[in-house]
């Protein structure tokens, strides 16, 4: 707490050209967010609203090649101090004709090459990721042990392969893999998705890095293996005490694992706060998309009585065609005679309402 | 992990080659009955001269149905007696082989050359993207590619001829010291216009951006591994195997007239000697020694195929 | 960044796109020069066909031999023995199209009966169709041709079969592993749960809907490879003999005075094939990456 926060976003924006529809998706328009050391910060949002890909463009990796980024991402930790997204913007022009953007240069390779610098020896090192679908995020071709073992020779102090594979017996068994020696050769074709899971989180960990980025952790998996992989988060949350980002759609997962709430929608945060504020549910205090999200999860009362489940209505934001004034107006049920003229016309700021609880909505401005 | 892994390899190489023999079967029968529908029937009579060829006391005539026939002539394919070549009687195995020899180096030092120049730029164009480098690049491999192979020969042979003075069609004549460059001719020009660059560089590239596409790869570059090592199995052995493996019949067929053109004594220009002469026991001989090449290619990119990736087991 | 959104609204929602407007820049210039070769073949084979020709392709005129492009009234020049090489390059395509249409539809028939074989009921037939197309794939063309040849007799739709033939493996594979991807993605048994017959099924949603673009690729890749096959067997001299035309025994009568340096007899017939050939593969590819993209983002 001492020395600011661990990451920290300003001003982020990710968009995605399509030569298609000649048109940018807003994938993220304008982040601000701030991670403390040791705290976890859940980010969470219906799919499509830019959680994943403000991750990716955290580690550099967002590959499309129309892909856009700006703003600055600030790494502090102990070994490194420096913003991810510098020199970036030099790469990129954008041509127009008649006022409508007709296309994206990008000096590609050069883009690239610059991101490969600059994030030489924090990938891994510095931020490791933890990804949707392990089956599929694992390479199919090598043994999972050996991935590990890979992960731990590339990115931390130990040189000999030897001690690199106790390391990595060592977090195997750290992610309560049974029979880690046996697992340590098996490919991931091999395993299950919750033991991929585990695998994927062993070898994020491994790395001993500053900053974990959960990307999903849970949404590939059965209902079951879920709520084990959520208990083993908790326990290595508890016992190696990670600083993580944890992006989620499910709000239990965030519930049980974040300090921290940043509600997402459209590109852009609309909540961002201690995560009992935020998720307590109480209306008056929160977002009305945070509180329609919360309404939207059946409580025990409503399974009892089989009662009808609420949903949010409307369609989930097109990022092409963004709305004039606030993102959420046109599936806004809270919009009152006093503040429509702004909701419709104006995008409201995020502001802060209590200590470190900050809304972007009109109600709770002026 | 060794032992166990080991075993289903084994009992899937050899299932690799019992299917290879199975085919290699077929193959012998298509002959047949390429050869058995003809007109005339040459197929009785070359039975008749292998038994006789066999054992010279025995009665010269053939089996009366097509099984006996192709069961006699199958026989005698097993001992490695293909019969004689009616051109110049000598028996068919021997002359296959002696030649054969020059065909394998042909063929095999032409697909070097077709990989040494496809690989390059399906790997600079996979990894830059379609940049005017690239493109150009590509276009050249069309270009290249729709090349008629015997019109390259005819510019090479002439530009040897009056800029270096060398006569490449007097094959293996001289013993200068641009003998070597003899030898080298023609495994450039097929390697060069055998017709399957443009391919060759589009299913790599293809194959090697889906790859770098993949989610692992993605992963390897979030834990800052290097992403060619990842993507090399995947990307880059898989693909070039199946390529050595789906081509080789293309070069051979490259090389019939390659060999014309240059030359060259090899089993493509002897095929077509005996297709001119009609002498259907040395081109069935050539047939079978083309296919058993073909399918030992395939065998190696199956056998690949079964040791990288571990799938493969459990397919 | 202001730069960014200050486009926010000037972006208007195109829905529908043809795929022609989804076709990168190359692929364009692709397929328009594939589209212009296959033009001038079909245009070359109606002139053929109704003898609308500068000259006859057969009449010597001993005077003027071996004449360079634009002498005397000849626009390409003339061979050794002074016949007009346009003539000769326009009437040579009779001896492609027809059997290079009849290799293509062999190849497209039964390639597409035994990709469905395989793919749609798979099992034993599956297997067979598959040892089948091995079995075909072990042949090198050319050399089976030679045999062929000997066998029966040196004829240009003997020989067309046989490349057809031989193309089978290649679209049975293709029909095949799009089968394969649809039935992984469940469209199959949703199309028999809604109680489609196998005939609707297999014609219109599988062959029609999924398949035609990957048939139409297969069949310009296929003249690409009638064409060559066909060159190749006329310059080894079993093809279309002499003093009927074709590319590939125009390169082959020219080849002799090749090494006196009297290149074009046989240069312009080669650029004919050149041309013909590229044009045939930068169609095929250049739809290829049209029709088979995968959505951009």
Redesign the interface.
């Known amino acids: 707490m001492t020395d600011g926060p661990v990451l920290k976003i300003e001003?982020l924006?990710t968009?995605?050209y399509?030569?298609?529809?000649?048109?940018?998706?807003?994938s993220v328009?304008g982040v601000h967010l701030e991670i403390e050391k040791g705290q976890t910060l859940g980010i969470v949002g219906e799919s499509g609203s830019g959680k994943s890909v403000t991750a990716l463009s955290v580690m550099g990796l967002v590959t499309?090649e129309?892909g856009?980024i700006?703003?600055k991402v600030g790494l502090k930790t102990a070994n490194v101090q420096k913003n991810l997204l510098q020199d970036l913007?030099e790469y990129v022009k954008?041509a127009?004709i008649t006022?409508?953007?007709m296309d994206v240069y990008k000096d590609n390779r050069r883009w690239q090459k610059n991101v490969d610098r600059v994030m030489r020896g924090i990938r891994g090192r510095e931020i490791s990721m933890i990804f949707q679908n392990p089956k599929l995020s694992m390479n199919p071709f090598t043994s999972v042990g050996r991935q590990i073992q890979e992960s731990i020779l590339l990115n931390t102090a130990v040189r000999s392969a030897a001690e690199a594979r106790d390391r990595a017996l060592y977090w195997l068994e750290k992610v309560r893999i049974d029979s880690p020696r046996l697992r340590y050769d098996n490919n991931p074709y091999g395993l299950s998705g919750g033991m991929c899971q585990r695998a994927m989180i062993a070898m994020a960990l491994s790395s001993e890095p500053s900053l974990l980025i959960a990307d999903e952790p849970t949404t590939g998996l059965d209902a079951t293996i879920q709520s084990k992989i959520v208990e083993l988060l908790q326990e290595i949350k508890t016992t190696v005490g990670v600083t993580t980002m944890l992006i989620s759609h499910d709000i239990d997962v965030i519930r049980a694992l974040s300090d921290q709430v940043a509600v997402m929608y459209g590109g852009t945060i609309l909540e961002h706060g201690p995560a009992d504020a935020i998720l307590s549910g109480a209306m008056a205090q929160s977002h009305p998309y945070t509180a329609a999200l919360m309404a939207s999860i059946p409580n025990r009362e409503q399974i009892r009585t089989k009662a009808y489940l609420q949903a949010i209505k409307g369609e989930v934001l097109?990022t092409?065609?963004?709305p004039?004034g606030c993102r959420f107006y046109p599936r806004c049920e809270q919009v009152t005679d006093r503040i429509q003229e702004h909701c419709r016309l104006r995008e409201p700021g995020l502001l802060s309402i209590s200590n470190g609880h900050r809304i972007r909505c009109w109600r709770y401005q002026q | 992990m060794k032992l166990s892994a080991v075993r289903p390899i084994t009992v899937l190489v050899t299932r690799e080659l019992g299917?290879a023999a199975?085919?290699?079967l077929?193959?012998s029968f298509?002959?047949f009955v390429?050869?058995y529908?003809?007109?005339g029937n040459?197929f009785a009579t070359l039975v008749t001269r292998i038994e006789t060829a066999a054992d010279p006391g025995a009665a010269a005539a053939a089996p009366a149905t097509w099984y006996g026939q192709y069961f006699t002539w199958l026989k005698n394919l097993f001992k490695g007696n293909l019969g004689n070549s009616i051109r110049t009687g000598l028996p068919v195995l021997q002359e296959v082989v002696r030649v054969g020899i020059n065909t394998l180096y042909l063929t095999i030092g032409s697909l070097l050359v077709t990989l040494l120049i496809a690989v390059p730029i399906a790997v600079f164009s996979a990894r830059r993207g379609?940049t005017p480098t690239s493109?150009s690049m590509?276009v050249f491999t069309?270009?290249v590619?729709?090349?008629?192979?015997?019109?390259l020969g005819?510019i090479v042979?002439?530009i040897s001829?009056?800029r270096f003075g060398l006569f490449p069609l007097a094959f293996g004549s001289s013993a200068g010291p641009w003998n070597w460059f003899y030898f080298l001719l023609p495994v450039l020009v097929l390697g060069i216009s055998n017709?399957t660059i443009?391919e060759v560089v589009?299913y790599l590239r293809e194959e090697m951006k889906r790859v770098f596409a993949e989610e692992y790869i993605v992963t390897a570059r979030a834990k800052g591994a290097s992403v060619w090592k990842h993507s090399f199995k995947e990307g880059f052995l898989i693909p070039i195997t199946e390529i050595i493996a789906a081509k080789?019949?293309?070069i051979?067929?490259?090389a019939?007239?390659v060999e014309?053109v240059f030359n060259w004594p090899g089993m493509?220009r002897m095929?077509?000697q005996?297709?001119?002469d009609?002498?259907?026991p040395l081109?069935?001989g050539?047939?079978l020694v083309?296919?058993i090449i073909?399918?030992m290619g395939?065998l190696m990119q199956r056998v690949v195929h079964i040791i990288v990736n571990p799938r493969a087991s459990k397919e | 960044?202001r730069?960014?959104?200050q486009?926010?609204?000037?972006?208007?929602?195109?829905s529908h796109?043809s795929f022609w407007?989804?076709a990168?820049p190359?692929d364009r210039v692709y397929i328009g020069y594939g589209l212009l070769v296959v033009l001038l073949v079909v245009i070359s084979y109606l002139l053929g066909a109704t003898g609308a020709l500068p000259y006859d392709p057969q009449e010597i005129n001993l005077e003027l031999i071996m004449a360079p492009p634009n002498t005397g009234g000849h626009l390409l020049g003339t061979d050794f023995m002074g016949r007009d090489m346009l003539s000769r390059l326009i009437i040579s395509i009779q001896a492609y199209f027809l059997p290079g249409l009849l290799a293509i539809g062999i190849a497209i028939v039964f390639g597409t009966c035994f990709g469905v074989f395989a793919g749609y009921w798979g099992g034993a037939l599956e297997t067979a169709t598959t040892?089948v197309s091995?079995?075909l794939?072990?042949?090198?063309?050319?050399?089976?041709i030679?045999?062929?040849?000997?066998?029966?007799k040196p004829d240009i739709y003997y020989i067309m079969i046989i490349v057809g033939v031989t193309n089978i493996p290649v679209v049975a594979s293709l029909i095949h592993s799009k089968i394969q991807f649809l039935k992984q993605k469940n469209f199959i048994e949703a199309a028999t749960a809604l109680g489609l017959n196998n005939c609707t099924i297999i014609f219109k949603h599988i062959l029609w809907h999924n398949c035609r673009s990957v048939l139409i690729i297969q069949a310009t890749l296929g003249m690409?490879e009638a064409i060559?096959m066909e060159?190749?067997l006329s310059?080894?001299?079993?093809g279309v003999q002499e003093p009927t035309p074709s590319w590939g025994n125009m390169?082959?009568a020219g080849?002799n005075y090749?090494?006196q340096?009297k290149f074009w007899p046989?240069?312009a017939p080669?650029l004919a094939?050149?041309?013909?050939?590229?044009g045939f593969?930068?169609l095929g590819?250049g739809l290829n990456s049209m029709l088979e993209r995968k959505?951009?983002?």
């Open positions: 001003n924006y968009y995605f399509t030569r298609s529809r000649q048109a940018f998706i807003r328009d499309a129309p856009v700006s703003g913007s954008t127009t006022g409508r953007i097109d092409i065609n963004l004039e | 299917i199975l085919l290699l077929g193959v298509v002959v390429i050869l529908l003809s007109p040459p379609m493109w590509t069309y270009v590619s729709a090349l008629p192979v015997f019109w005819y042979i002439y001829i009056h017709g443009s589009r080789i019949p293309f051979l067929g490259g019939v007239v014309q493509g095929a077509w005996a297709a001119q009609r002498d259907y081109i069935m050539i047939t083309a296919a073909v399918r395939s | 960044m730069r960014f959104s486009y926010a609204f000037e972006i208007s929602d195109v796109v407007k989804k990168g190359m040892y091995n079995l794939n072990s042949f090198p063309r050319l050399v089976l030679l045999l062929m040849v000997a066998a029966f690409a060559l060159t190749s310059y080894l001299g079993f390169v082959q080849s090749f090494m340096g046989s240069t080669a094939i050149l041309f013909a050939i590229m593969h930068l590819d959505g951009d983002r």
